[in-house]
């Protein structure tokens, strides 16, 4: 059946079903009901290919208006359409309902249906919507915290957006990882990643704004927890170009979080204050739980710096089941330590003792689920237990008294230990940022060399206090010991040093290994160093071949990790395995000594030896001696 004087049927759908596909969405209304009437009618002439096209854009205009529950309502009603349509299309179909259902919170469901629509799309590897299919994927699976395959799934769209030039998706993936990093606590290497989400986004034109303002919000924020106040600044004033006053009041919120999260490290407390204080009302009618906790945290910041404790005591007894509920170990412990701080400006001793006992309880909670060690925190959770105990103490509670003493004695051995090992090390660098310092001072002009000292001095000292607190951790209370793979623990090392591994253009071959009792956190830990030992002194020559291996004795299993690099002299064997010891010629510059005193720590943790067997030029073989059984 043809039209007077116009083309078929199928001709004619066919050309309206491409204008729709250049419109690009922008009148939402008008295109919802036009791809209902087109597949409608498609249905009547059994034209499925047509009908399951114009279908796909009619659930995803419903999806972008906000109508979640009535597009999953409409899949159901139009099952026909998807049981006789192609495969590519009931593949896209089968991910906007995931995203549907992740959007109503029915995760599992949207899990599920993601698995179904890559199995079906990946068979058409050239085709575009799998890799937005994985990056939704990969976004679903660290809300799930299954950082491990949410890794794999992004790197992969990743790739495949960089070989043909997609910069809007490698801005999207990098960001994504970056979040992965950020979740582990890595924020050097998250920093990097929302880097180059933003340097990707520069080269796209295509990238949606809120997309934009997104990525670049969180790599604002980023930068402040590096205290890169110019270059975060320079990136909120770009969100700010992109406002058009039509925002959604949820958009707004991370840039305007990012803003007073500024303005607080500007120490310009008033204007934080004012800032998120209007934000509020968006905040609290917002969806994102993860965008409420900062804003939370920021505005009681506020509170304390501005030093008005009532208020800010007030607010934050309002708000504590709020950050507790978003499930966020770390938010939750800045949150107290802001509200333990002003609960002390106040001098109310009975609600520090109570709030004291919640910090412990989240501490003890990160140490367990994700052996995070809370640096930053150090020394206030140490005043804080110290008060804790003598307050305890007053009121005659000597059991208390006397386990929170054995505990602040392990803490401050620690501290003891800090002190003793690092304090000549750490004179090094502070001694070069100071002198070249004061020749910038003197010389009133900008000196690149200069500048280069101070950077590396800087870099030094970070690094070298970074490998301090992993040694610090090894052996801290409150670890539970498992049954550990140490192929999976290897294999998830692996998977971190994936970059630069292929950036030496090396190789890394693993053997079944041992299972074994022991810390899966301190086993990764000590894989982790041993894998930047070799990558770290690699030949110049060649490129770096790591194999590892096992082999079972009758009282122990043995673990040989060994590479090709640069080897160790007879001479700077013995010292390897002691703190703060680099070795001597040319390696004494490389490192901050402690990553291999820290493997030792690690066997002798597990009731285990580690030694090495090397000649310089031809490479190393590192061998962990683990005992059979509990150790």
Not at 227 to 236: E, M, R, W
Not at 338 to 353: H, P, R, S, T, V
Not at 512 to 535: A, R, T, V
């Amino acid at each position: 059946m043809e039209q007077f004087g116009g083309p078929a049927p199928r001709e004619r759908l066919t050309g309206f079903l491409r204008e729709l596909d250049r419109l690009q969405f922008k009148d939402i209304p008008w295109i919802i009901s036009e791809t209902l009437r087109c597949t409608k009618e498609c249905m009547a002439m059994e034209y499925w290919d047509l009908a399951l096209a114009f279908f796909v854009i009619h659930i995803h205009a419903l999806r972008i208006n906000g109508e979640y529950t009535h597009a999953l309502t409409t899949i159901k009603e139009f099952d026909v359409v998807i049981k006789n349509g192609e495969d590519k299309e009931r593949g896209e179909l089968l991910h906007a309902k995931a995203v549907l259902y992740r959007r109503i919170g029915e995760l599992d469901k949207a899990l599920r249906c993601f698995r179904e629509s890559l199995a079906i799309l990946e068979k058409f590897p050239d085709y575009d919507a799998v890799n937005v299919v994985r990056m939704n994927f990969g976004t679903l699976l660290i809300n799930r915290k299954n950082y491990h395959a949410a890794y794999k799934v992004l790197f992969s769209a990743y790739q495949s957006f960089e070989e043909v030039g997609e910069m809007r998706g490698c801005a999207m993936c990098c960001c994504n990882i970056g979040s992965i990093y950020r979740e582990l606590g890595d924020y050097e290497k998250a920093l990097e990643y929302f880097s180059m989400a933003s340097g990707f986004l520069d080269q796209s034109d295509e990238c949606p704004r809120h997309i934009s303002m997104k990525i670049r919000a969180e790599h604002a924020r980023l930068l402040l927890k590096f205290n890169y106040l110019k270059k975060a600044g320079g990136i909120l004033r770009e969100i700010d170009n992109l406002f058009t006053g039509k925002e959604s009041s949820e958009l707004l919120v991370l840039p305007r979080v990012a803003m007073a999260e500024l303005l607080l490290k500007k120490r310009q407390f008033a204007d934080a204050f004012e800032c998120i204080s209007d934000l509020f009302p968006e905040v609290e009618q917002g969806q994102n739980a993860r965008h409420k906790v900062f804003a939370i945290i920021t505005k009681t910041e506020c509170f304390y710096h501005l030093e008005r404790y009532e208020e800010g005591v007030a607010f934050a007894k309002e708000m504590f089941e709020s950050i507790r509920d978003s499930g966020s170990l770390r938010s939750e412990k800045e949150f107290l330590l802001l509200w333990f701080k002003m609960l002390k400006g106040m001098n109310l001793k009975d609600e520090m003792l109570e709030v004291s006992h919640k910090i412990i309880d989240v501490d003890a909670a990160l140490e367990k689920d994700s052996n995070t060690f809370n640096r930053n925190n150090l020394k206030v959770l140490a005043e804080i237990m110290d008060f804790q105990v003598k307050l305890e103490t007053e009121r005659a509670l000597v059991d208390e008294k006397e386990k929170m003493n054995h505990y602040l004695e392990e803490r401050n051995k620690d501290l003891d230990d800090f002190v003793s090992i690092a304090a000549h090390d750490l004179k090094s660098p502070i001694r070069t940022i100071h002198s070249f310092a004061k020749l910038l001072e003197k010389k009133k002009e900008y000196n690149p060399e200069y500048l280069a000292f101070i950077l590396e001095a800087s870099s030094q000292m970070q690094g070298m206090l970074e490998n301090l607190l992993d040694y610090a951790r090894v052996g801290a209370s409150g670890r539970e010991n498992e049954e550990v793979n140490l192929s999976d623990v290897l294999h998830e090392v692996m998977l971190f040093s994936y970059y630069e591994i292929k950036k030496k253009e090396g190789d890394m071959t693993v053997s079944e290994l041992p299972i074994l009792f022991g810390d899966f956190s301190l086993l990764k830990l000590l894989f982790q160093n041993l894998l930047q030992n070799s990558i770290k002194f690699s030949s110049e020559h060649r490129s770096p071949v790591i194999e590892v291996y096992s082999e079972e004795f009758e009282d122990f299993n043995r673990v040989y990790f060994k590479d090709n690099g640069k080897g160790i002299s007879e001479k700077d064997k013995e010292g390897i395995f002691k703190a703060f010891s680099r070795g001597s010629g040319r390696e004494r510059t490389e490192g901050s000594g402690i990553g291999l005193a820290t493997c030792a720590k690690i066997m002798k943790y597990h009731g285990g030896g580690i030694s090495v067997q090397s000649e310089l030029g031809k490479g190393s073989t590192f061998i962990l001696d683990f005992p059979k059984g509990v150790s």
